[in-house]
C-alpha cells in the first residue's frame, strides 16, 4: 500500500533524524568524514543514451560511499531556471558540491551562483574556468573525449571493408570538430585509405535529421557510422537496422546494435566525481581546473562489440596503451581537407595542447564543409 | 397566502434578481468553476500518484514547499511567472477578437534576439541608459511586428490564425539562429554561438528586498493596463463586439480590421517585451536558450485564466510555483521532470472540459435550464 509506504519512509526519516541528533555528540567521527552533498543538474533526460547519462551513471556509482548523498534534477534549461534549481539544492537541501553539467549553464548562472554562496562549491563539465575572471569556488572539469574518437578511428580503421567512415554532427564547433578529426586521425593511422564522409544537422537534437543523415551515409557506402549529437540512439540504432557497423558516443550504447557495434568513446566522470568527494569528506581543497584523457583516466572506450574484428581490437588496445603513456596522436604537421597547413608545428602537439581546444577545421580526408 | 405575504415574497424576488446580485452570482460562477477544476485535476493527479505507489500528500506538500513555502521559493516562482504574464496576455488580447493566436514564443524569441543585437555595438559605450531604451524599443516594435503579420494575413488574406502564428514562432527561432551562428556571432565564445554579451554592470538589476528582476513589475503593470484597455475603453468594447460577431460589428461601422491589426500588435509587443526582460536582466546575450517554451506556458496559462488579463496574474503564479517546485519533486520522490508537465496538461485538459458548466448550473444562474443547448 502506498500510504504505508509513506508512512514508513517518513518514520524511517524521522528515526534518521533523531539518530543524527544523537550521534552529534560523536564529533570526531563526523570531523574525520565529512559530509558530501552532490547536486547535479542535467539539460536533459537522465537516460538520454549519451552526454547526460554519462554523468547520471557517474555519479550514481558515488552512492555507494558512506558519506555521500546526491540529489540531482533533469531537464533543466539553460535559463534563469538553472540558477534557481542551483540554489534551491543548496537553500532546501544543504548540497555542497554543485555540478553543472551543460555548457551554458556556466555565464552567467553557475558564476552568479558561486558568487552569491561563497560556501559551495561549484564545478561546471567544460574548460571555461579562468583565474582571474570566475569565483575561487567555481571551477571546471573536462575529459577529452577525442582521445576516445581517436580509438573509435583505430578500430574503425581494421573493420571497415569500404573503407568510408561515416559521421553525423551536430553543429561545426571547435569540440566536435576535433571529435570528427580524431576519428579519421585515429583509422588513417592504421589505414591510410580511410575518408571520413561528414554530415551536419544543424542542433544538437533532431533525430529526424540524424535519421536521414544515417541513411543518407549507409547510402553513399560508409560501412561504419558514429556521431556527436546529444544522444546517438538514432544513428546506431539505424546503422544496426542497415546492417552495418557503428562506433559510440558520450556513454555505453552497446546495447543498441548487437550485431555491428565496434566500440564507443566514453566518458569516465567516475574519476573526477569521486576525486572531489574524497577532497571534501577529508576537508581539502577541490582543484578548480581538472581535465584529462586517458592519461588520467577521464575517457573510456566502450568494450568491443560484435563488430570489432580482432586486428581491430588488438591495434585498439596498443593505442589506448599508447595515450595512457601519453604519446602524441599529432606528431607532425596538420593540412585540412582544402590542402591549407592548419597546424604548422614540425614536432607535433601535445595530446591536452590548448592550441587545440580552439580547432576551427576538417582534416585532409574528411568529405565535407563547416560552412 | 394573504396579499402583504405576497407582495413581501415579490420584493425578496426581486431582491434575488436585482443586477447587483446577478453580479455577484456571475462572478462567484468565474471564481466557483476554475477553482473547481483545479481541485478535480489535483484529485485525479493523485490516483495517478497512488498507482505509483507514490504519496500525493508529499506531492503537494513539496508544491507548497517548493513554489510557495519560503522567500527563496517565492523568488524562484516569481522568476518564473514574470515572462509567462506577458506572453499569456499575447494569447488573451487577440482572444478578446474571437482569434486564437499562439505565438507567444515566436515573439519573444525574435524580440529578444532583437534586443541583444541593437545592444551589441554599444556594450561598454558608457551609456546603458541609452542602450535600453533602444533595446526595449526595438524588442516592443519586432515582437509587435510579428505577431501583426499574423493578423494581417488573417484580416487581408484569410489564413487560419492559429496556424500562422506556431508557424511564425519556428520560423523566429530559425532567423535568431541563423544570425546567432552566423553575422552576429561573438568570436569570443567558440563553443556556444550566441551575439556579444552585455556587460554584467550594464545588466538591470533585482527588484529590492527579492530576488526577482524588473520585469515582474512591467509584467503586473502590462497585465493592469491590458484589462484597462480591454474592459474599461470603447477601444476594448469594440474588440468584444468584433470578437462576438464581425459581420455584426461591421455592420454597426467598427473598424474591424484595424482593431485586428491593433489588438495583434500589442500582443506582440507584449511577447517581445518578455523577450526584452530575458535579455536585459538574465541572458545578457541572444542564444538558443532564448526559446525556452516561455511563450507555449503562455498559451495554457491565458486558457487557465479565462484570457481575462488579471487573472492571468495569479495563474501565472501558481503555474511558476508549479515549475519552481519541479525540481523538489524530482529530488525528493524520484519521480521523473514530465510529472510536473503531466499535472500542468491534466489540469488544462480538465479546466477545457469545465468550459460547459458555464451558465448551466442554477446555483449560479437561477433561471439557467439544463437542458440549454
Same mark, same amino acid.
Given at each position: 500500500m502506498p500510504l504505508d509506504r509513506f508512512s514508513r519512509r517518513s518514520f524511517l526519516q524521522g528515526t534518521a533524524a533523531g539518530a543524527a541528533a544523537l550521534s552529534l555528540g560523536d564529533i570526531k567521527l563526523a570531523a574525520a568524514q565529512a559530509k558530501v552533498t552532490i547536486g547535479i543538474v542535467y539539460v536533459g533526460p537522465k537516460d538520454d543514451f549519451g552526454w547526460n547519462q554519462a554523468h547520471a551513471v557517474s555519479v550514481a556509482a558515488l552512492r555507494s560511499l558512506p558519506n555521500v548523498s546526491i540529489v540531482e534534477e533533469e531537464n533543466v534549461p539553460e535559463t534563469?531556471?538553472?540558477?534557481?534549481?542551483?540554489?534551491?539544492?543548496?537553500?532546501?537541501?544543504?548540497?555542497?558540491?554543485?555540478?553543472?553539467?551543460?555548457?551554458?549553464?556556466?555565464?552567467?548562472?553557475?558564476?552568479?551562483?558561486? *558568487? *552569491?554562496?561563497?560556501?559551495?562549491t561549484f564545478r561546471h563539465a567544460a574548460p571555461l574556468w579562468e583565474k582571474d575572471k570566475h569565483p575561487a569556488n567555481a571551477g571546471s572539469y573536462f575529459g577529452y573525449l577525442d582521445?576516445?574518437?581517436?580509438?573509435?578511428?583505430?578500430?574503425?580503421?581494421?573493420a571497415t571493408k569500404t573503407n568510408k567512415i561515416g559521421f553525423v554532427a551536430a553543429k561545426p564547433i571547435s569540440s566536435v570538430l576535433r571529435n570528427i578529426n580524431s576519428v579519421l586521425w585515429?583509422?588513417?593511422?592504421?589505414?591510410?585509405?580511410?575518408?571520413?564522409?561528414?554530415?551536419?544537422?544543424?542542433?544538437?537534437?533532431?533525430?529526424?535529421?540524424?535519421?536521414?543523415?544515417?541513411?543518407?551515409?549507409?547510402?553513399?557506402?560508409?560501412?561504419?557510422?558514429?556521431?556527436?549529437?546529444?544522444?546517438?540512439?538514432v544513428v546506431i540504432e539505424t546503422a544496426e537496422r542497415r546492417g552495418i557497423m557503428s562506433l559510440g558516443h558520450n556513454a555505453s550504447q552497446a546495447t543498441l546494435a548487437p550485431k555491428g557495434f565496434i566500440t564507443g568513446a566514453e566518458y569516465k566522470w567516475e574519476t573526477i566525481y569521486r576525486s572531489y568527494a574524497d577532497d571534501i569528506a577529508k576537508g581539502q581543497p577541490v582543484p578548480n581546473m581538472?581535465?584529462?584523457?586517458?592519461?588520467?583516466?577521464?575517457?573510456?572506450?566502450?568494450?568491443?562489440?560484435?563488430?570489432?574484428?580482432?586486428?581491430?581490437? *588488438?591495434?585498439?588496445?596498443?593505442?589506448?596503451?599508447?595515450? *595512457?603513456?601519453?604519446?602524441?596522436?599529432?606528431?607532425?604537421?596538420?593540412?585540412?581537407?582544402?590542402?591549407?597547413?592548419a597546424l604548422p608545428s614540425a614536432d607535433g602537439y601535445d595530446n591536452l595542447d590548448r592550441v587545440l581546444d580552439g580547432m576551427n577545421f576538417l582534416a585532409d580526408g574528411v568529405v565535407g564543409s563547416i560552412t | 397566502m394573504t396579499d402583504i405575504a405576497r407582495s413581501a415574497s415579490a420584493a425578496s424576488q426581486s431582491v434575488f434578481d436585482s443586477d447587483w446580485m446577478i453580479r455577484v452570482r456571475r462572478g462567484s460562477e468565474a471564481l466557483a468553476i476554475p477553482i473547481a477544476a483545479l481541485l478535480v485535476s489535483a484529485l485525479l493527479f493523485s490516483i495517478f500518484l497512488l498507482a505509483l505507489g507514490k504519496s500525493p500528500a508529499q506531492f503537494?506538500?513539496?508544491i507548497w514547499l517548493g513554489g510557495f513555502g519560503t522567500g527563496f521559493s517565492w523568488s524562484n516562482t516569481l522568476l518564473r511567472a514574470a515572462p509567462v504574464m506577458l506572453t499569456a496576455l499575447a494569447v488573451a488580447i487577440p482572444a478578446r477578437l474571437g482569434l486564437t493566436m499562439i505565438g507567444g514564443e515566436g515573439a519573444l524569441v525574435l524580440g529578444g534576439f532583437t534586443a541583444a543585437a541593437i545592444a551589441i555595438p554599444m556594450i561598454g559605450g558608457g551609456a546603458p541608459i541609452v542602450m535600453h531604451v533602444l533595446m526595449f524599443a526595438g524588442a516592443l516594435a519586432v515582437g509587435a511586428a510579428w505577431v501583426g503579420i499574423a493578423g494581417a494575413l488573417r484580416q487581408f488574406r484569410g489564413v487560419n490564425e492559429t496556424i500562422s502564428t506556431l508557424l511564425l514562432s519556428y520560423i523566429a527561432i530559425a532567423i535568431m539562429n541563423f544570425f546567432v551562428e552566423g553575422a552576429l556571432?561573438?568570436? !569570443?565564445?567558440?563553443?556556444?554561438?550566441?551575439?556579444? !554579451?552585455?556587460?554584467?554592470?550594464?545588466?538591470?538589476?533585482?527588484?529590492p528586498g527579492i530576488d526577482v528582476h524588473w520585469g515582474l513589475v512591467f509584467?503586473?503593470?502590462? #497585465?493592469?493596463?491590458?484589462?484597462?484597455l480591454m474592459f474599461r475603453t470603447t477601444f476594448g468594447f469594440a474588440c468584444k463586439i468584433a470578437g462576438g460577431n464581425a459581420?455584426?460589428?461591421?455592420?454597426?461601422?467598427?473598424?474591424?480590421?484595424?482593431?485586428?491589426?491593433?489588438?495583434?500588435?500589442? !500582443?506582440?509587443? #507584449? !511577447?517581445?517585451?518578455?523577450?526584452?526582460?530575458?535579455?536585459?536582466a538574465v541572458h545578457g546575450k541572444a542564444n538558443a536558450s532564448l526559446a525556452s517554451g516561455y511563450g507555449f506556458t503562455g498559451i495554457l496559462v491565458a486558457f487557465l485564466a479565462r484570457q481575462h488579463p488579471l487573472a492571468i496574474m495569479p495563474v501565472a503564479i501558481l503555474f511558476g510555483g508549479i515549475a519552481a517546485a519541479g525540481g523538489i519533486i524530482q529530488r525528493r520522490m524520484g519521480l521523473p521532470d514530465a510529472t510536473v508537465l503531466l499535472l500542468q496538461g491534466l489540469t488544462f485538459v480538465v479546466l477545457l472540459a469545465s468550459e460547459t458548466f458555464y451558465g448551466r448550473l442554477t446555483l449560479f444562474n437561477p433561471k439557467a435550464r439544463t437542458d440549454r443547448t
Open positions: 534563469a531556471a538553472v540558477l534557481k534549481s542551483m540554489e534551491s539544492m543548496i537553500n532546501l537541501e544543504g548540497a555542497n558540491l554543485i555540478l553543472a553539467t551543460s555548457f551554458g549553464y556556466f555565464n552567467p548562472f553557475m558564476v552568479d551562483a558561486a *558568487k *552569491k554562496y561563497p560556501k559551495v582521445q576516445a574518437h581517436y580509438i573509435n578511428g583505430v578500430a574503425a580503421g581494421l585515429g583509422a588513417r593511422s592504421v589505414n591510410p585509405n580511410v575518408t571520413l564522409q561528414l554530415i551536419f544537422t544543424g542542433d544538437w537534437a533532431l533525430p529526424v535529421r540524424e535519421a536521414e543523415a544515417a541513411n543518407a551515409l549507409a547510402g553513399a557506402g560508409c560501412d561504419i557510422l558514429t556521431c556527436h549529437v546529444d544522444s546517438p540512439k581538472l581535465a584529462g584523457g586517458y592519461e588520467k583516466d577521464m575517457v573510456r572506450n566502450t568494450a568491443y562489440g560484435a563488430g570489432a574484428p580482432e586486428a581491430a581490437r *588488438k591495434a585498439a588496445d596498443a593505442a589506448i596503451a599508447d595515450l *595512457k603513456a601519453g604519446k602524441r596522436i599529432l606528431k607532425g604537421p596538420v593540412k585540412d581537407n582544402k590542402g591549407a597547413v | 503537494y506538500q513539496l556571432r561573438d568570436p !569570443a565564445d567558440p563553443n556556444k554561438p550566441s551575439t556579444k !554579451a552585455l556587460e554584467s554592470v550594464e545588466m538591470i538589476g533585482k527588484l509584467a503586473i503593470v502590462a #497585465c493592469v493596463a491590458v484589462y484597462v459581420r455584426a460589428a461591421l455592420a454597426q461601422g467598427l473598424p474591424v480590421g484595424r482593431l485586428v491589426i491593433v489588438a495583434t500588435l500589442i !500582443a506582440g509587443a #507584449c !511577447a517581445g517585451m518578455a523577450g526584452y526582460f530575458e535579455i536585459a
